[in-house]
Each structure stands twice: as structure tokens, then as C-alpha cells.
């Protein structure tokens, strides 16, 4: 028998088909990248349990509040969203021991020693009536001094910035720098 | 004439580029979200472990029906505070045992909106105890 010559695949459509199913991928699918900021919420507090106040030493708690005009407050001093940076900068380092600045408490951090950490606190409140616009401008101020102040950390510790050290030399900086951003309760809520 | 034999295969890698990178477009979004910006914001790690609640005035199709007020979506439809339990619990029976601990509930809410819808949506986040939140964000480009 002679062997006959298999005929050529007919190739020409696959770039079509292929074509269609990427036009298909293309127009169902979203390549943005989701981002934000991130936060723990307070657990809610049991309803039998009696509501302790935690006495937070008035040094330690640095009140930042927004009213429904979207003006700020940090520590009863109205100022602009940009000067926010560096008071909460001053107010968490404390570089001069003023009593009126939080304390520092020597804590013993796994793999690293002992270091003062602040007890610092920032306690953001808000009215109804603040825009959103306004609460993550002033959330994003917040964590960027504290992102400073974990990078001036990490320059002096390892000579690198924060986001270039490793795992664990990520987790001891961010224990010798809390983030202790509390979102208050609601005052219209808690009033039930 | 001349032959084409590589196009389809350089099709074919666009193909394979895109099925990678993307992901499917989750669903219909009926509120207008306009994000808020922020120079510090992180990446979501894990999408699959995330829920999302838009929030936003109803987009223009729908504002005949539901008004331009401030209005909650999740999933497909509109609803109200009362709903994010039912919600937050579906989505929770989804996942396995050891991701419920992970879940992220992300907040897309337009810049414009109130706090107060947000605080309500807070709250009620907290008494489900899904205490993982991130404010969704563009990043903005640093001065």
C-alpha cells in the first residue's frame, strides 16, 4: 500500500478562537489592584459585662477628632490635616520627656532586648456627619507617622527602611512601635 | 503568500498572560464608588478571603427606584444594616474552618458619603465580630 501524505492541519483559525477567548478573558475580567487601609475593629463589649473604664492616664491618650465640617482637632488644638503628621509624630517619640507627653515603658521584645515603648494612644472620633473623604485623609496621616517613625527605627537598628527588613525584623519594629489607633464608640450608639 | 504560523501562538500567550493576571470581574456594582486616596495603603493579601460592602449613592439607573441618599450594597442587591449579619454569615459558612479567622471585610465607600452610614456599617461589623476591616483606597501618588 503506498503511504499516503497526512493532510496539512487547517491552522489558520486557531489565532481566531484563540483571539475570541481573549477578547472574552478581556472583557470579564478587572486587573485593578485592591488596596486600602488596613484596621482591626474593638471587639464589641458583652452586654452583662460591666463597662470598666480602663483608665487610660490622660498622658497617654491623644484625642483626634473631626466634626461634621470635616475640621480637625488633635488635643483641642484645631489645625490642618498636615501638621497632624508631625504632632502625632511627637506626641508617639517623645523625644524630649516632656511630662506631658506619654510615658515609655520598658518592655523585653524577643530577638531584640529591651526597648521604651511608648504607651501612646490616638483615639479618633468622628461626628455622623463627617465625609469619608476627610476620615481616611486623617486615617492615612495617622499611619504615615507611624511609618515614619517604624522607618527612622529601622535605619538606626538595621540601616534599612521598613519594607526592606525581613519577616522577623519586620515583627520586632512593629512591637517597639505600636500602631494603637482606637476608633471611639460611637457616642449615639453606646447611649442605647 | 506568505504564512503566518506564529500569530496564533503569540495570541495564545497574551491569552495566558491575561487568564493569569486577572480575575473575574465579581459583580455588578450599583452604587457609585469613587475610592478616596491615601498614600499609605497596603495591598489586600488574600481576595479570596474577602468580602467586600460598597457603599455609595445609587447609580443613575437605579435612582428613580432608591434615591440618591447613601445606600449599602452587597453582592447583588441593595440593603440595609440590618442585612451585613446574614451577610457576614454566608460568607463565613463559604470558607473553610481555618480561613474564618482571615476573612477581611474590605469597605468601598464613595469619598462622599457620611460617616454616619459608615459608623452604623462598623458597629454592626463588630457585633458579628468581623474585626478584620480595610478601608479600600487608590493610592495616591506621594508629594
Known amino acids: ?192 | 503568500m506568505p504564512e503566518l504560523g506564529t500569530s496564533s501562538d503569540i495570541v495564545f500567550m497574551f491569552l495566558f498572560f491575561f487568564m493569569v493576571t486577572s480575575q473575574l470581574r465579581s459583580n455588578e456594582v450599583k452604587v457609585k464608588v469613587k475610592l478616596p486616596e491615601a498614600t499609605e495603603v497596603v495591598k489586600l493579601e488574600r481576595k479570596d478571603l474577602s468580602s467586600y460592602i460598597n457603599i455609595g449613592s445609587p447609580t443613575a439607573q437605579y435612582q428613580a427606584q432608591f434615591g440618591t441618599d447613601a445606600r449599602i450594597q452587597l453582592n447583588d442587591s441593595f440593603k440595609t444594616v440590618d442585612d451585613i449579619r446574614d451577610f457576614i454569615a454566608a460568607e463565613r459558612e463559604a470558607m473553610s474552618e481555618a480561613d474564618r479567622q482571615l476573612m477581611t471585610v474590605s469597605i468601598k465607600a464613595d469619598q462622599d458619603v457620611r460617616m454616619g452610614i459608615i459608623t452604623d456599617v462598623k458597629q454592626e461589623l463588630r457585633r458579628c465580630s468581623a474585626l478584620k476591616i480595610m478601608y479600600a483606597a487608590n493610592k495616591a501618588a506621594a508629594k
Request: with cysteine; glycine share 4%.
Open chain 1, 1 to 192: 500500500m503506498s503511504k499516503r501524505k497526512t493532510p496539512g492541519l487547517n491552522t489558520q483559525s486557531t489565532a481566531d478562537i484563540a483571539f475570541l477567548l481573549l477578547c472574552y478573558f478581556l472583557m470579564t475580567s478587572t486587573m485593578d489592584q485592591q488596596s486600602g487601609l488596613q484596621r482591626r475593629l474593638p471587639p464589641m463589649p458583652d452586654k452583662d459585662q460591666k463597662t470598666e473604664d480602663t483608665k487610660v492616664n490622660k498622658r497617654n491618650i491623644i484625642i483626634v477628632k473631626i466634626n461634621s465640617a470635616d475640621r480637625l482637632f488633635a488635643g483641642d488644638q484645631l489645625m490642618d490635616v498636615s501638621q497632624l503628621k508631625d504632632k502625632i509624630k511627637e506626641f508617639l517619640t517623645n523625644p524630649a520627656n516632656d511630662p506631658n507627653l506619654p510615658e515609655r515603658e520598658n518592655k523585653f521584645i524577643e530577638g531584640f532586648g529591651e526597648y521604651p515603648v511608648s504607651k501612646g494612644v490616638i483615639s479618633l472620633q468622628n461626628d455622623r456627619g463627617t465625609s469619608y473623604q476627610a476620615y481616611i485623609a486623617v486615617q492615612n496621616e495617622l499611619v504615615k507617622a507611624v511609618n515614619e517613625i517604624r522607618d527612622d527605627f529601622s535605619r538606626a537598628q538595621y540601616g534599612k527602611v521598613f519594607a526592606n527588613l525581613n519577616e522577623d525584623q519586620q515583627k520586632i519594629v512593629k512591637e517597639a512601635i505600636p500602631q494603637n489607633i482606637s476608633e471611639a464608640e460611637p457616642k449615639d450608639v453606646t447611649k442605647k
